[in-house]
């Protein structure tokens, strides 16, 4: 479920171009047509400075502490437990855009992706940034969701919808205006002022709030996404992937440094064993073979493969109904 938080929408003459494909925005017309907004981005997405370079190995030549050089302290990742029982209680209360249950085969595909690390929400969090079009790290998530089984209903209201102005990807978080139909055109990146962690981010036409501490992050008005997200690092792109540690480092096609915390999935690792193919190593792939599944003899538990290995989830125990054809029925 998605939900906007604090969120208004007031659109107004906006008379700031840029030409067609270009980041950034100029003076034009006040009044512009549909040709004039065609192509149109205004965005804080083009990273400054010079590009770092390649070292010896031709690996990108940057360490995880100058790709995100204000990364505050950050909750330990959740264990496995943890994450096999957030994933169980998070997954149970999925429904569609309708509102209505998902289906059996969808729930427990769901609880055993977003276990072992390949779910469009767990993903994320190796990449160390929001969930996809949320707000919310997923280890917030999960550990909001644990604090006292709170049912299905606070549960969905945990995630509440980022504006699709914030872009996050493995290369950082930056403001990107999508391209409305005139008098629009694109609306700049936006200012700033912080109340406490909490950022009020202003454009034309657009006022919302940001709670940073739900992305393990603090407020920030230099920031174009009112937070201290991970920003931008220019790269260049012919560089190969390197571990700092359990970050794995890269640069992508668009010249932007690459960043994935694998230690942020229980018992991640960077493997660089391999220099042509360094890879954040979760033993995600041990669970292909190994689906989530009923016990057998106990139809309160269920068993999730989390990093190669079975761990065990009383599905009662977290106030779900029982295990049903692969995962925790909601209750």
């Not at 992937?241 to 970050?247: F, I, M, T």
């Amino acid at each position: 479920m998605r939900r906007i938080s604090a969120l208004l929408l007031t659109f107004a003459p906006f008379a700031v171009l840029a030409s067609a494909g270009s980041y950034g925005c100029k003076s034009s017309s006040p009044t512009p047509s549909a040709a004039d907004c065609a192509g149109l981005r205004c965005s804080a997405g083009t990273p400054g400075g010079t590009p770092v370079g390649l070292d010896s190995h031709g690996r990108v030549d940057v360490t995880a502490a100058q790709a995100w050089p204000d990364r505050g302290a950050e909750p330990p990742a959740p264990t496995p437990q943890q994450l096999a029982d957030a994933c169980a209680l998070i997954s149970a209360c999925e429904v569609d855009g309708n509102g209505k249950p998902l289906t059996d085969d969808v729930l427990a595909a769901d609880t055993q992706s977003c276990a072992n690390g390949t779910s469009t929400r767990s993903a994320k969090e190796e990449r160390v940034i929001p969930q996809a079009g949320l707000n919310e790290r997923f280890a917030f998530e999960a550990r909001a969701a644990l604090a006292g089984a709170p049912g299905c209903a606070t549960i969905r209201a945990l995630e509440t919808a980022r504006p699709a102005q914030i872009l996050c990807q493995e290369d950082g978080c930056w403001w990107e205006s999508p391209v409305p139909p005139p008098p629009q055109c694109c609306q700049p990146v936006p200012t700033v002022t912080c109340a406490g962690e909490v950022a009020t981010v202003v454009t034309t036409g657009l006022t919302f709030t940001r709670d940073c501490t739900r992305a393990f992050a603090k407020c920030d008005p230099t920031s174009s996404t009112g937070c201290n997200d991970r920003r931008p690092v220019a790269c260049d792109s012919k560089g190969t992937d390197r571990c700092d540690a359990d970050v794995k480092l890269g640069c992508d096609s668009d010249g932007r440094v690459s960043f994935h915390d694998c230690a942020r999935y229980p018992g991640g690792h960077c493997d660089d064993s391999d220099p042509s193919a360094v890879k954040c190593d979760t033993g995600a792939s041990a669970c292909a073979m190994k689906p989530s599944g009923c016990d057998a003899t106990n139809p309160k538990l269920l068993d999730v493969c989390v990093g190669g290995n079975s761990v065990v989830v009383d599905c009662e125990a977290l106030g779900l109904g029982a295990c049903t054809n692969g995962h925790c029925a909601p209750k």
